[in-house]
């Protein structure tokens, strides 16, 4: 007879609760009520680098993780729960000053332990924020943690007014499903990109004109949401474009990684939902045309029938803005593409022609070129994408600075043969095209 043994591991919220036991003393005590009558929020708050910041006082840190001023102003005074030792990641990095290397070695610190409380000025109570361990059973064992927000439900109201209006002074993040949070300086600037009049027309009139539509939309009974897809060879500003639209002032930028193992059926399912509350909300998903490529052998974490479910959504999809990549969009699905509400905009990125690379170069070059010069670089690029002619300016100023002189178009000229020589080397040696050669889709 065989015995069988079977384990059951306990839900990861009660492994978390017991994180708190040896705490509930002085949890009661600062928030001014029983555990039981708390409310307990999953929140990331920026209050751990404050208390770090007066922790280690005069010690030097990066500002990696620096918190708004006007979140600063808002706490009186915080108070960390007694008979514990805060613990605290410390990583060498470096002060952001305006010269890369002339910045300072510092301490990138993050606070990883121990519960804190904090009293916002004009408030009687503190609410707790705790950062807490836990051990997550999907895919494997992984040591995972959460932030809970834990406030007395008399002062609920007041704690999250206040932190709304916070948190939004906070820079702007991509918040990406299977990675991390990805920080930006937002550029919501079209006119720094250089774009073609047909990318133009297709997308930053069609893309702008959205946020002044809803009415007009729920007037004539239609889903107010848009979906685009950029395709073209590796680049030609897909991403760039995807970044000034993410910078939108009213946008929360969200984006999907179909890489991550960790990211199944049901982690879509949310990635849709947490852009549903967020409205109005991008969408980003890079690489559509790799996206649902298996092997034979392999199961798919992500279905293709899934991922359109999703696209079409049964709930509410208003506000949300899809934007998809693709280098071949051959390889797409028909479903992808020719089921009507899905994409809106199929736009072709295609490698510049001349006027586009004169354009770019122009403001690469800040107009040190004679009109002579620019076009000469201008015929020796043909079929370059902007990275490519990105990346012989870059060369250009290397062997410029070698000779300490200014990048002039002897400089520029060896640079683009340098990158042509490459690209072609490349192309010889696994039999693929480059973007300089037979570009472009028809």
């Known amino acids: 007879m065989t015995n069988v043994t079977q384990i ?36 990331d ?18 500002d990696q993780a620096d918190v708004p001023l006007r979140f600063r102003a808002e706490i009186d005074h915080w108070e960390i729960g007694g008979g514990v030792s805060p613990q605290i990641q410390l990583s060498l990095s470096r002060k952001r000053t305006t010269n890369i290397v002339e910045r300072e070695p510092a301490w990138n610190a993050v606070w990883r332990d121990c519960p804190i409380a904090v009293w916002f000025k004009g408030e009687p109570r503190a609410f707790v924020v705790a950062n807490i361990p836990y051990v997550s059973f999907q895919q494997g064992l992984f040591s995972k943690s959460k932030s809970w927000l834990i406030v007395n439900r008399a002062s609920t109201t007041s704690v999250l007014n206040r932190l709304l209006s916070l948190t939004q002074c906070q820079p702007k993040q991509v918040s990406v499903w299977g990675g991390g949070h ?61 970044k000034v639209m993410a910078s939108h002032p009213a946008i929360t930028p969200l ?17 849709f939902e947490e852009a549903n509350r967020n409205a109005p909300s991008l969408l980003i998903f890079e690489d559509l045309d790799r996206a649902f490529v298996v092997r034979d052998d392999e199961r798919p974490r992500i279905t293709l029938q899934h991922f359109l479910n999703c696209l079409d959504g049964v709930g509410t999809q208003d506000g949300l803005i899809v934007v998809a990549t693709a280098n071949d969009p051959s390889t797409l699905d ?28 122009r403001r690469l070059t800040r107009g040190g ?14 079929g370059f994408s902007f990275a490519q002619l990105r990346e012989s300016y870059i060369m250009a100023g290397q062997l410029a600075f070698g000779s ?7 400089q520029l000229r060896q640079g683009i043969d340098a990158v042509r020589t490459q690209a072609t080397a490349i192309k010889c040696w696994d039999g693929s095209k480059m973007g300089f050669e037979n570009a472009g889709f028809a």
């Open 8 to 43: 059951r591991f306990a839900p990861a919220v009660i492994s978390m609760r017991d994180y708190l036991e040896p705490h509930l003393p002085w949890l009661e005590r600062v928030v001014g009520c029983k555990y039981s009558e708390t409310v307990t929020f999953e929140i």
């Open 45 to 62: 708050l920026p209050i751990g680098r404050v208390v770090i910041d007066e922790l280690l006082g005069g010690v030097p840190l990066d």
């Open 182 to 242: 990805l920080s930006f300086t937002p550029h919501h600037d079209w006119d720094a990109v250089v774009l073609d009049p047909s990318v133009v027309q297709l997308v930053r009139n069609d893309f702008e004109s959205f946020f002044q539509r809803e009415p007009w939309f729920r007037e004539h009974g239609l889903p107010f949401r848009r979906g685009y897809l950029f395709y073209g060879p590796p680049g030609n500003g897909k991403t760039t474009v995807i």
């Open 255 to 271: 984006s999907f990684d179909f890489g991550s193992e960790c990211m199944n059926n049901e982690s879509l399912s949310g990635f």
């Open 334 to 361: 028909a479903a992808i593409l020719n089921r009507p509400g899905r994409f809106d905009r199929v736009i072709p990125f295609r490698p510049p022609d001349s006027d586009l690379r004169g354009d770019y170069l």
């Open 369 to 382: 070129l004679t009109v002579q010069e620019l076009r000469s670089a201008v015929l020796g690029s043909d």
């Open 404 to 410: 300490q002189l200014r990048i002039g178009m002897e």
